[in-house]
């Protein structure tokens, strides 16, 4: 079975830059995939970031973007600021009705 | 809006039986799944299964063999069972809606409902 990777933790300056990406076990990801981006901060429900690659979600600022990167989606925080530290994770669009979510990256501000 | 409804506390062997209540949207709608996520303590989000409104379901292979999902349309409802539950099975539970267009994402989330299982 074809798992979804993220990186388990990525480490960020206060106003740096972070990419964190979502690849496959097997296989590279596409848009075929359609990756969408969630941030879990604790205590809360999912917050839709990015969808279909690189579309942001209502409200979510522009320092927030996504792509694809070789054969890699990838989410990229530009200007990191202290509240984006909680875990991000990765969406892909399996097949009919089929959806697989990567590990989860745990990003700290620091 | 997703509300989820659980038990909250389950025994072991049990049956957990979860309810999503959609509301300022239809059920019907061609343009979604509905689905179920988890996401045990410490651990990351998993994706359960899906739904839609005319009845087809989408499982995880690693659940399917204790996971059914159904849809009541008439009160714009759709449920979880999860039978044979362990301390495993403890986790936030979420009821979300994942956009069947050309979109494919998780557009709507209820706020999660936790459940612990233990004897």
């Known amino acids: 079975q074809t798992v979804v990777t993220q990186e388990p933790s990525f480490s960020v300056s206060p106003g740096g830059t972070v990419t964190l990406t979502c690849g496959l076990s097997s296989g590279s990801v596409s848009t075929s995939y359609y990756p969408s981006w969630y941030q879990l901060a604790p205590g809360q429900p999912p917050r839709t970031l990015i969808y279909t690659t690189n579309a942001r979600s209502s409200g979510v600022p522009d320092r927030f973007s996504g792509s694809i990167l070789g054969n890699k989606a990838a989410l990229t925080i530009t200007g990191a600021q202290a509240d984006d530290e909680c875990d991000y994770y990765c969406m892909l669009y399996m097949g009919i009705g089929t959806v697989a979510f990567g590990g989860g990256t745990k990003l700290t501000v620091l | 809006q997703l509300q989820e409804s659980g038990p909250g506390l389950v025994k072991p062997s049990e049956t957990l039986s979860f309810t999503c209540t959609v509301s300022?949207?239809?059920?019907?709608?061609?343009?979604?799944?509905w689905g179920w996520i988890r996401q045990p303590p410490g651990k990351g989000l998993e994706w359960i299964g899906n739904?839609?409104?005319?009845?087809?379901?989408y499982y995880n292979p690693t659940l399917k063999s204790r996971v059914t999902i159904s849809v009541d349309t008439s009160k714009n409802q759709f449920s979880l069972r999860l039978t044979s539950v362990t301390a495993a099975d403890t986790a936030v539970y979420y009821c979300?809606?994942?956009?069947?267009?050309?979109?494919?994402?998780?557009?709507?989330w209820g706020k999660g409902t936790t459940v612990t299982v233990s004897s």
């Open positions: 300022g949207a239809s059920i019907s709608s061609n343009n979604y799944y």
């Open positions: 979300a809606g994942l956009r069947r267009d050309h979109l494919k994402y998780m557009d709507v």
């Open positions: 739904i839609f409104y005319n009845g087809d379901t």
